[in-house]
Every structure is written in C-alpha cells, then in structure tokens.
C-alpha cells in the first residue's frame, strides 16, 4: 500500500495545481487535434473571449463570482470533515429569501437598508437549509452527501411550487415573480464605474463581486485566524483527537454546514439581486455542482477558489465565443475541456505527486 508523498506546501498548493491544468490542457488539445481542430486557435480564441475585451472580462468576473461563492461553501464545509454537495440547493434557498424579502419590502424601503436586508435574509435561508442535514449528520448518523443531494431536489421542489402556486407574477405564463423595485437592484458594475467617471460596457457583473472577495478574506480570517476555525479543521482532520482536547464536534459540524450554507445562499445575491431583479426557478444552474470542482481544484484555500473561480468563469465565457467563433465547435467541447479539468486537478490531484517529489528531491529539496 502506498503513503501519500509529502510535498512542500507551496508545491502543493501552487505548482501541483499548475502541472494538473497544463496537463489537462494538453489532453483537451489532443482530443481537439483529433477532432480536427486547430488547439492552438482554439486556446486562443478561448482566452480572448474570456479576457480580451472590458465585455469578455466582465463577463468571466460575473461567472466567477459565483463559482466563488459555492466553492468557498464546499472548502468550509471540507474543512469540517464534511462532504457538502447541497450547496445546489441551498443557493436556491438563499435566493428565495433574498427574492422573498425584496417582494415584500422592496416597494417602502430605500436601497441602502434593502439590499443589506437581502443579503442577510440569503444566508440565513442557505444557512437553514444546510443545517437540518447537519443536524441529521451530527445526532442522527445520516450521511451528509446523501442527506445534502436529496435536499437539492427538495429545494427545486419547493422554489416551483412557490412560483407556480404562490409567488407567480399574475398574467404571466412563465412560473416568475413580478420584478423587484428598484431599491432591490444590485448596482451593476458599468453603473458603479460610471459614479467614478469610467465607462465601462453593461454586462450581467455587479457590485456582489465585492461581497464575494469579502467572503474569501472572512473565510480565511475565520478558519485559519480565529479559534472556532482552529476547531473547525482540527474536528475535520482528527475529530477523536478534537474529542479527547475537550471540543464539541457536535456543535462544529452544525457551525461548518451553517457557515458553508450562507455562503452558498449568496449566490442569489449575485443573480437575484444583481441580475434578473426577480424570482427564476432556475438561476443557479448547476453552480452549486461546479463549486465541487472549484474547491477541489482550489485545493479548499480561499485565494486557491478564486483563482479556480476565474478559471472556470473564463472556460464559461471564452466558451461561449469559440461557439459563436469557429464553426462546428459546440458547447459539449466546452464541458470536455471542464471535465478534463476536473479530472487531473480534482479526481486526480495527486498522481503528479510522486513525480514532483522526485523533482524537488532531484534539486537538493527536502520533503515537508
């Protein structure tokens, strides 16, 4: 049976990621050589859609931003020795308080006290959502991917009832709300620069990109700088020594699926509040599912997820211009090159390992 290979930490969270991407890179550009397609047109058309215009980088950003905020909600979660796979669901519900909120207040209240009620109301429904399968995890023994992925189809559940029963916009056949006021409005990006004096093209991007860096400096600031997330991880990473030292992995299990769900919720900050200006049943699509990736790739480190955070964004964006760009390039090539990603960076993260330690050792390194 093998050990694992103990590398420097700046070889595992810098260089190893680095050599999984190339990798995965130059696999994607086989198969697109056998396809036959030119790689290195593809490569880069696919970078200058995703940052070679004020459009294209917008647009990368405002992907990001999401993909940021779900994976932070599964690197919290990880942390804690929890395999979170609802944060589907719990971005749902987060969107659902933050959307219940704006259709109930939107219309008396000014922006500068809405928005903070929205943002508020989207982790505390995300928090909720996350904390019945905590519990169940914690007192009950149930299996948290289980209990996580069956609450994913329960909150999509639960969101169309709402909107074909309750919440459905009177006269429209679609299954939305009616549209927010404008206090519940997000200011977009293109608007905040221009308060500055900068033009700047209208993209889907808005100011929840702040609250989405904010979040990774308090995810780092609380997990690695403060003592309840000292006890988070030591739970995660020896939950009977964690036991023996006096902590409650009870209650830290409850505290790091709570704090996972409201970082989840988040997502409809981003779209509800920044984009529609309305209740949609399906406005996370499959973000939850791709923060997966984002942390695994991240390596659970908050600067790690935003930098996987833009590389995703970036293959969504400069996706979507090799579609338009080259003709007979689908969208399914697009979900190869992720999948690819995924694969040696996530799944297998660690079969370079070996090798780089033989390289670092080769250079007069020392392992640790």
Request: no cysteine; aromatic share 10%; glycine share 12%.
């Amino acid at each position: 049976m093998s050990t694992p290979v103990e590398l420097p930490r700046w070889i595992d969270v810098a260089v190893l990621p680095a050599f999984n991407l190339a990798l995965a890179l130059a696999v994607a550009g086989l198969v697109v050589t056998l396809v036959g397609f030119d790689p290195a047109q593809v490569m880069a058309l696919l970078i200058k859609g995703a940052f070679g215009s004020a459009a294209g980088l917008s647009y990368t950003a405002y992907y990001a931003t999401t993909f940021v905020f779900t994976g932070l909600a599964v690197a919290v979660a990880f942390h804690g020795g929890l395999f979170n796979i609802g944060a589907e669901g719990q971005a749902m519900m987060g969107g659902l308080g933050a959307g219940l909120v704006a259709l109930a207040w939107s219309a008396v209240l000014p922006a500068w006290l809405m928005l903070p009620l929205m943002v508020v109301a989207a982790a505390l429904f995300g928090m909720a959502w996350a904390a019945v399968p905590a519990a169940l995890q914690a007192y009950r023994g149930s299996h948290i991917v289980i209990t996580t992925i069956m609450f994913n189809f329960i909150a999509a559940a639960l969101m169309g009832y709402l909107l074909v029963n309750a919440l459905k916009e009177p006269g429209n056949m679609t299954p939305e709300s009616r549209a927010f006021a404008e206090s519940a409005r997000l200011p977009g990006m293109h608007e905040a620069l221009g308060w500055l004096g900068i033009a700047w093209p209208k993209t889907p991007l808005n100011l929840s990109v702040l609250l989405a860096l904010a979040a990774a400096v308090l995810v780092w600031l609380g997990l690695w700088k403060s003592q309840p997330g000292y006890a988070v991880r030591a739970v995660g990473f020896a939950p009977e020594a964690a036991l023996y030292a006096g902590m409650r992995p009870k209650r830290l299990v409850l505290l790091a699926m709570a704090a996972s769900g409201a970082l989840a919720g988040f997502v409809g900050i981003n779209e509800i509040a920044g984009v529609h200006g309305r209740l949609l049943p399906d406005f996370v699509a499959g973000a939850g599912f791709a923060g997966i990736a984002v942390s695994l790739i991240g390596r659970n480190h908050p600067v790690g997820i935003v930098l996987a955070a833009l590389l995703f964004g970036a293959l969504y964006q400069g996706g979507a211009e090799l579609a338009f760009e080259i003709n007979g390039f689908s969208r399914d090539m697009v979900f190869m090159l992720q999948g690819l990603i995924v694969l040696f960076a996530g799944a297998m993260a660690q079969v370079a390992a070996p090798l780089l330690g033989r390289l670092w050792q080769a250079t007069g390194g020392r392992r640790g």
